[in-house]
């Protein structure tokens, strides 16, 4: 990454939870809301990362996320529930349905937390993963805003809807880890990509005319396209159901038409754990994925299998520091935090 300025993990978390408190928010979900925006960072993946921050805090300071929110379950039925986000930081409600999916898979097997009226979570790797370093399986989706043109549509019609599954290896800090967006290129790649001067490749998305376009910006300005055409499209469809329709929640375009933000208030949230000791048991799976890993990197060298890219960054940058691109550390300077 050029025009990189490299500040410690530790560091840079402590600066974010601090604006976050000086928001109004408490400090323990301040805290988890700082390691999980930091942390995206670290692995590698800034679109999702610190340059979050700002818009947050605008967002805090007109009320548009509760600052103090109270999260509370409105109904709990044995291995599943439904969680009220009350529009509070996305990061710590996520996590905390996640743990709740975790510790139901504990008791029955599999758990299921279903979660209304949250805002934006930054990356959907960080709740399955979360899960999965607890020795379960990790799934989770939201619904989001609408920035996808899909089924013949020239504009943003249906949220590029992500879905992260995570699953447990005996190096129990770096699972397995499929983090997609629906969509060719997640919009938060295309700013990066506008960020960092690249031209986008073909079939990532529309210009505001609905013509396709390699341009960044004009992306940006107009919608990104599905993967797979139909198959990205329906996947959207099916996580805005499983999410927004299963909670009784709101849809990506009644989202939008209250905040145009990317703040995506109201969204709906689905995080489910499967506890591996309920079927060939934890150390049968971690083997088994091992041993077809090992095989995948014989036959098809080289081989990287989903995670593993991010894992070793955090590492490298544990030690170098984190990466930020000089037009975030302005950003973030904008609005006071120094690093």
């Known amino acids: 990454m050029s025009e990189a300025l490299r500040i410690p993990f530790s560091q840079l978390s402590a600066k974010v939870a601090a604006a976050l408190v000086a928001a109004g928010v408490p400090t323990d979900i301040a805290a988890l809301e700082a390691e999980i925006m930091a942390e995206a960072d670290l692995l590698g993946?800034?679109?999702h990362g610190v340059r979050m921050l700002p818009p947050l805090l605008t967002a805090l300071k007109d009320g548009r996320v509760t600052a103090t929110p109270n999260i509370h379950f409105k109904r709990e039925f044995g291995a599943t529930s439904l969680l009220d986000g009350d529009n509070g930081p996305g990061r710590s409600s996520s996590c905390r349905a996640m743990d709740d999916a975790v510790a139901r898979a504990r008791q029955f097997g599999i758990g299921a937390c279903l979660a209304l009226r949250t805002t934006h979570w930054g990356r959907a790797h960080a709740y399955a993963s979360r899960a999965a370093k607890q020795g379960m399986v990790g799934i989770c989706s939201t619904?989001?805003?609408?920035t996808m043109a899909v089924w013949g549509g020239k504009g943003k019609i249906i949220g590029n809807n992500p879905l992260a599954i995570a699953i447990p290896r005996a190096e129990v800090d770096a699972p397995l880890v499929l983090d997609m967006a629906m969509s060719q290129a997640a919009v938060g790649k295309v700013g990066?990509?506008?960020?960092?001067?690249?031209?986008v490749p073909q079939g990532w998305g529309l210009d505001a005319e609905g013509k396709p376009s390699t341009d960044a910006k004009a992306i940006l300005g107009g919608a990104v396209l599905p993967f797979g055409g139909h198959k990205g499209a329906g996947l959207a469809?099916?996580?805005?159901l499983l999410t927004a329709a299963l909670a009784g929640g709101a849809f990506g375009n009644e989202i939008i038409a209250g905040d145009r933000s990317g703040l995506d208030p109201d969204a709906c949230k689905l995080f489910i754990a499967l506890n591996?000791?309920?079927?060939?048991?934890?150390?049968?799976l971690t083997q088994r994925v091992a041993d077809y890993l090992g095989y995948l990197g014989e036959v098809a060298a080289p081989f990287t299998w989903p995670g593993e890219r991010g894992w070793a960054e955090r590492d490298a940058n544990l030690v170098q520091g984190v990466p930020l691109h000089a037009e975030i550390v302005a950003q973030l300077a904008g609005v006071g935090v120094l690093v």
Do not use: Y
Not at 143 to 146: F, G, L, V, Y
């Open 45 to 47: 993946v800034p679109s």
């Open 143 to 146: 619904n989001a805003m609408p």
């Open 192 to 199: 990066t990509w506008l960020r960092e001067g690249h031209e």
């Open 237 to 240: 469809l099916m996580m805005e």
């Open 276 to 284: 591996p000791e309920a079927f060939g048991g934890l150390d049968v």
